[in-house]
């Protein structure tokens, strides 16, 4: 093994309607052959490859979830140096771009004394997506792939914009005055004593940001000099009712901040800060004005992920100030799921011990490209109950709210193996009732059944007294972190998603449960469960979350129909309903589950997934199972009106007009059950902090905008011409502000998130060049040898004739955004035209 050297080289052949084949080639670069048996190797993919089509040099394992293995055949006769080995094979799904493509690839050799060596080889260099076969879903994609040429249509003729200030969300009113206020070395924050946290805050900002660290001082009055002022609104003040709203006051005078609470002075603070710009070392200036805001919606939120990739905590915190200062105010933690558990519970400890770690030698395999060594992987770590404390408390003091997620019954794997390995260990100590008390499997279980992500033993057993055992457990340690925090626990959300058709339908206790209580399917076996977890949960105090599936039932029709489930209305659960894509037959669940009482947050897959790609290009990571929301298509969700936009389904052919007008409207009361929106960020490709922050960033600004903002103006126009212009104008000032302003506010952070940087648009028209951005502002470099531009580049700055010469034959234009601390984004690449035509 210490010789063997494998170069792994991936190619997508072709797609049509029903998947698509690949051919993965093995090069034996060492000195040693890879022998004729004895060896797998191992890979993540989210595609499941069908062993009934594959190459016959190889057999298919499927050990679990998106781990695959190839294992030589009979009649393999081994790999010598310098030769390649070609494996062809057929994926169910698509493969039309870089994350289809299969990662995380290791060997497993067993060696002449009966043991196992490991390697990790990484990832396969992937071929290009360069054919139509290779671009295209099969015949009925007709949505065009993202081009140099479609980028630069789309962002020309839209109208003539500037932005109208630089604070993004954009506040509910700004009326600006001439003239500027300094604030420097002699500035004071004077703040009522209930504010004194706000003011330390403000403080510690404006050290971090711009070198400036005022003296705080308990006072309650107007302001005078150059002081900040913060206290709680009064009569007089313009102030509306409500705990987020606040107004911001810039005068010769000083600055004053007044807010209904806390939580509104903190956002007045935040627009402060956006509002600087320096002039010299420690002085800042303000520009004079005065501004009231409020909220659209009292829930703002992002989903993260940290369970399918683990989040380190300082990564947490950072995501937590970029929240705050685009006034978000939940951070919804996924801490638990397949692979892996997140938060330790003293209780169990084995949660974190078995249930954290991910590896070849670890009891949950690599997923998702995390390799086979569980230390320092990607696929393993966990928040310690000091971690998660310190992430409370630094939450709390931006006044953002934190909700744990812990997913059941299904997307369990980690706990329930977790439990294993805990009943396995007391049992061994002769603890026999010790052992059985926390179990969430049923041995006996002979159910089969395969989960979306592609696991067979997934599910808890509901029926096992353990099971709520198990999460009342869970559920009292939350709440002792949190009070601990000083930040009391209100709700919890326990995911209820994805259960897969087959769970539960030959467990032993499973059907004795059922008989018990009189349940025909396993469908209203689930709804007993969540009945029962319900209670638990009223029980201890708290407020019940969950993905749309907690709350709906099947249609008495007998179609499958899932509709709102009236048995939970008496005391209903805030419902959090993501599954919108066009054409999946759910997109109206939102307004019929807020119509019938349900208070209903909007996750909206098909605008509000930031872990989609968001743009149909092969080089874009990200899935597209619900579409490709990029930017401009994020500011313009309509969260009370899906329809008016509603043009095409996933794979680009135009929807059904009368489908259309039988979906469901939402009712005056349905408008009062929608709390807000909330962006997801699923960890399946989050595989490094680079990552989590090209994927957030900057759709999450859009999610902000949209989220705090009033409804805007387009969006009760059925005139489609009028509200087109309406779009267009709106984005034309919101792509400025962000080009201009917020993204060069983030670059001075310090430590700026690596944001997505758009790729150019770039044509060549009679002779002439022409380059745009999707986000002007920012600085475009180009080359015309085919290099790679860098700092030293040409700028772009305005279209230009090419006459290629003969020593420029077949050269390329590569034009780049630079964002304004010299960060390069992904090259745009247009082939030049040869001289002989």
Request: proline share 6%; hydrophobic share 45%.
């Amino acid at each position: 093994m210490r010789h063997m050297n494998l170069e792994l080289a991936w190619a997508c052949l072709g797609n049509d309607a029903s998947g698509f084949s690949a051919r993965l080639q093995i090069r034996n670069a060492g000195p040693a052959a890879l022998p004729a048996a004895g060896w797998t190797l191992y890979f993540n993919t989210c595609r499941p490859v069908d062993p009934a089509r594959l190459s016959a040099s190889v057999c298919l394992l499927h050990p679990g979830g998106d781990l695959f293995g190839f294992a030589p055949a009979a009649g393999f006769a081994g790999l010598l140096p310098g030769q390649t080995l070609e494996i062809e094979y057929w994926s169910a799904g698509w493969a039309i771009s870089v994350t289809d493509a299969p990662l995380g690839f290791y060997l497993v050799l067993q060696d002449a004394q009966g043991g196992q060596q490991v390697r990790a080889l990484g990832d396969a260099q992937i071929a290009p997506f360069l054919t139509p076969a290779q671009q295209q879903r099969g015949p009925e994609d007709r949505l065009p792939a993202s081009t140099a040429a479609t980028r630069y249509a789309a962002a020309c003729g839209l109208p003539e914009a500037e932005a109208l200030h630089g604070l993004t969300p954009a506040p509910q009113s700004w009326r600006s005055a001439a003239g500027r206020l300094t604030l420097g070395a002699a500035t004071r924050i004077l703040y009522q004593p209930a504010l004194a946290s706000e003011a330390e805050l403000l403080r510690e900002l404006l050290d971090a940001q711009w070198g400036l660290a005022p003296h705080c001082l308990p006072a309650d009055g107007q302001p005078a000099g150059d002081a900040i002022v913060l206290r709680l609104a009064q009569a007089g003040d313009g102030i509306a009712h409500g705990e987020e709203t606040y107004g911001l006051e810039v005068r010769p005078q000083g600055v004053l901040i007044c807010g209904a609470s806390g939580h509104g002075i903190a956002h007045g603070i935040q627009s402060l800060l956006q509002l600087l710009s320096s002039a010299v070392a420690g002085v800042i200036q303000l520009p004079l004005g005065v501004m009231r805001d409020a909220p659209r919606y009292a829930y703002r939120g992002l989903m993260l992920d940290v369970a399918r990739h683990f989040i380190g905590k300082a990564a947490v915190l950072r995501i937590i100030d970029l929240m705050a200062c685009y006034k978000l105010n939940t951070l919804h933690l996924h801490l638990s799921d397949d692979e892996g558990w997140r938060i330790a519970i003293a209780a169990l400890p084995e949660l974190t011990e078995v249930g954290a770690r991910r590896g070849a030698d670890a009891a949950l395999c690599a997923s998702f490209g995390s390799g086979p060594q569980a230390q320092d992987s990607a696929g393993s770590g966990y928040y310690s109950r000091a971690d998660f404390i310190e992430i409370l408390r630094h939450a709390q003091r931006r006044h953002i709210s934190v909700l744990p997620e812990i997913d059941l019954p299904g997307h369990a794997r980690a706990a329930i193996l977790a439990m294993q390995a805990r009943h396995q260990r007391l049992l061994a100590a002769g603890q026999v009732e010790a052992a059985e008390a926390y179990l969430l499997s049923d041995p006996e279980d002979c159910s089969t059944y395969l989960s979306v992500q592609l696991w067979r033993d997934n599910v808890m057993c509901v029926a096992r007294p353990g099971c709520l055992r198990f999460i009342e457990t869970v559920l009292r340690e939350l709440q002792s972190i949190y009070a601990e925090a000083g930040t009391p626990l209100h709700t919890i959300h326990t995911g209820g998603d994805e259960v897969p058709d087959g769970a539960w339908l030959a467990s032993p206790l499973c059907r004795q449960l059922m008989a018990q209580h009189g349940l025909a399917t396993t469908a209203q076996l689930q709804e007993y469960f969540f009945d029962q977890l319900r209670a638990l949960v009223q029980h201890l105090g708290l407020r019940l979350a969950g993905w749309e599936e907690m709350a709906v039932a099947s249609a008495p029709d007998g179609t499958g129909r899932a509709v709102p489930n009236p048995r939970f209305l008496d005391a209903p659960m805030r419902s959090y309903v993501w599954l919108s894509a066009w054409g999946k037959g759910r997109e109206d669940l939102g307004y019929r589950l807020a119509n019938a009482g349900y208070p209903v947050v909007l996750c909206n897959g098909d605008r509000l997934y930031l872990d989609l790609a968001c743009a149909k290009d092969p080089e874009e990571p990200g899935y597209y199972w619900a579409g490709f929301p990029g930017l401009r298509e994020v500011l313009e969700f309509c969260p009370e009106d899906i329809y008016t936009d509603a043009r095409c389904d996933l794979m680009g052919q135009a929807l059904e007009p009368a489908a259309l007008a039988g979906m469901v409207r939402l009712s005056e009361q349905g408008r009062a059950n929608i709390l807000g929106i909330q962006a997801q960020l699923w960890g399946e490709n989050v595989r490094d902090g680079a990552r989590l922050d090209y994927l957030l960033f900057p759709r999450l600004l859009a999610v902000a905008e949209r989220a705090w903002c009033a409804s805007p103006v387009w969006a009760g126009m059925n005139d489609m011409a009028a509200r087109r212009a309406a779009q267009d104008a709106a984005w034309a000032e919101f792509s400025q502000r962000l080009g201009r302003h917020t993204l060069p506010r983030l670059d001075s952070l310090a430590v700026p998130p690596a944001y997505r940087l758009p790729v150019p648009g770039v044509v060549l028209q009679d002779g002439v060049l022409h380059a745009n951005l999707e986000l002007p502002g920012l600085t475009m470099r180009y080359t015309l040898d085919g290099s790679e531009p860098d700092a030293q580049a040409a700028v772009y700055t305005a279209p230009f004739a090419w006459v290629p010469s003969p020593q420029q034959e077949g050269a390329q234009v590569r034009i780049a955004a630079f964002s304004s601390n010299g960060r390069k984004g992904r090259s745009a690449v247009l082939d030049l035209p040869s001289s002989t035509g």
